[in-house]
């Protein structure tokens, strides 16, 4: 790695390096609103034919223009449902376990106020049908279905639909998504060999045997997410989660080797990760760089990883932690890690971030995976006004009243 791989920032006397480092990045949204109207013209004048020469084109795999070359077998679905090897499918049993247990406590219950003559209350009742949208390109993400899913299930949803690309190789949809479907309880008619913005798209507006959805969920590439931006009005969304995010808040008390490793951990996602280390320590400073570039060379995506931190990594030098704090709140970070002495104090002060881990043992990717949290974060400073992914966003919230005639009166005269 070269040295000026990775930007170093002197935050101390001045915020205009940061400013810099921070416009840059926004100038470098690649515009794709175009391509996308034209994809969503296709799939909404050419239904099913569209669909097909749209998979062709992107995917590499030749579909006949019907609902039934786009739907999952039972055999695929079958078939797939054992090619999990064990250890994994342990894994993603805890994974299932623990992210259904933290979803549980969400779940909503009517309620009501009672006062003499007057009774009101609200109603949650869940969306009637959702679809989530599973990436399958250079990742196949399926701890992603499951942050979407479980949800989804929770909430109640009646109907819940999974779109994912069909894999070159089995010319459907990866066995990972199929096995790990199984193991969520899914059906194989609840899943669709459609990838892209073109799935947005056949989700939100439906296709001839394929109904419409009222929620799509799930996060994608630059077309997906802005698909899901041209739908949202029409159809329910979450967010528009981008590139991921982490930001480390660091003192001389942290263990360069740890940030270094979930620094990279996010940065060798797809290649436009933003990788922030904000520390009031030079010598913690200097010896992440060493560690990064160390560590950098063991990583089998490397080449995706230099790319991530040349172009979204950087080290901040801070006066002090309360700094540190001021810069990760104007960020607003997707995931903030707090790896200080006293990792408490800050906590207090956090007020803008899609999610904290506190703590040296409180690793980012442990909540990627199996904590149980959810991580569909907000990103690009979106944790200002929006949150995780949860249960709320799966049902619809209805107030109700009921007044007698007495009070029908009363009320009449505070007009």
């Not at 969400?106 to 006062?115: A, G, I, Y």
Request: some cysteine; glycine content about 8%; proline content about 5%.
């Amino acid at each position: 790695m070269k040295q000026d791989s990775m930007q170093i920032i002197d935050a101390t006397q001045s915020l205009a390096g940061l400013e810099a480092f921070l416009s840059r990045r926004e100038a470098n949204i690649r515009d794709v609103t175009v391509q996308t109207a034209a994809i969503r013209q296709e799939v909404t004048e050419k239904g099913w034919e569209g669909l097909a020469d749209l998979t062709l084109r992107f995917d590499g795999v030749k579909k006949s223009p019907c609902a039934d070359s786009f739907r999952v077998t039972r055999q695929e679905f079958e078939s797939a449902s054992n090619w999990i090897d064990p250890p994994l499918r342990e894994a993603i049993q805890v994974a299932i376990k623990r992210v259904r247990t933290f979803h549980q406590k969400q779940k909503r219950t009517d309620w009501f106020h009672e006062e003499p003559g007057i009774r009101t209350g609200q109603l949650f009742r869940p969306l009637d049908r959702v679809g989530v949208y599973a990436p399958g390109g250079e990742a196949v993400l399926f701890s992603t279905l499951i942050m979407n899913v479980i949800p989804a299930q929770v909430a109640g949803c009646p109907e819940i639909v999974v779109c994912s690309p069909p894999q070159k190789s089995n010319q459907s949809v990866s066995p990972l998504i199929l096995g790990t479907c199984a193991l969520l309880g899914l059906k194989a008619d609840q899943i669709w060999s459609i990838g892209g913005a073109q799935a947005i798209f056949a989700m939100a507006f439906g296709l001839q045997g394929f109904p419409a959805v009222h929620g799509v969920f799930g996060p994608g590439n630059a077309y997906v997410m802005e698909a899901k931006r041209q739908v949202q009005g029409e159809v329910r969304i979450e967010s528009l989660p981008g590139h991921s995010e982490i930001l480390i808040i660091a003192d001389p008390s942290a263990d360069p080797a740890f940030i270094a490793a979930d620094f990279l951990s996010q940065a060798e996602h797809a290649g436009g990760e933003m990788c922030l280390l904000v520390t009031d320590s030079r010598q913690v400073l200097d010896a992440v760089q060493k560690e990064v570039e160390t560590q950098l060379d063991l990583l089998e995506r490397k080449e995706v990883a230099q790319k991530s931190i040349s172009t979204g990594g950087a080290l901040i030098l801070v006066r002090n932690l309360g700094q540190a704090v001021e810069i990760s709140n104007r960020i607003a970070p997707e995931h903030l890690e707090i790896q200080t002495e006293d990792p408490q104090a800050l906590l207090s002060h956090i007020r803008h971030a899609g999610a904290v881990f506190i703590g040296p043992w409180s690793t980012e990717p442990i909540g990627d995976y199996t904590a149980g949290t959810n991580h569909v974060l907000p990103t690009g400073g979106h944790a200002r006004i929006s949150s995780a992914l949860s249960v709320d966003d799966f049902i619809k919230k209805s107030a109700w009243c009921i007044w007698n005639r007495k009070d029908w009166r009363i009320s009449g005269q505070l007009r």
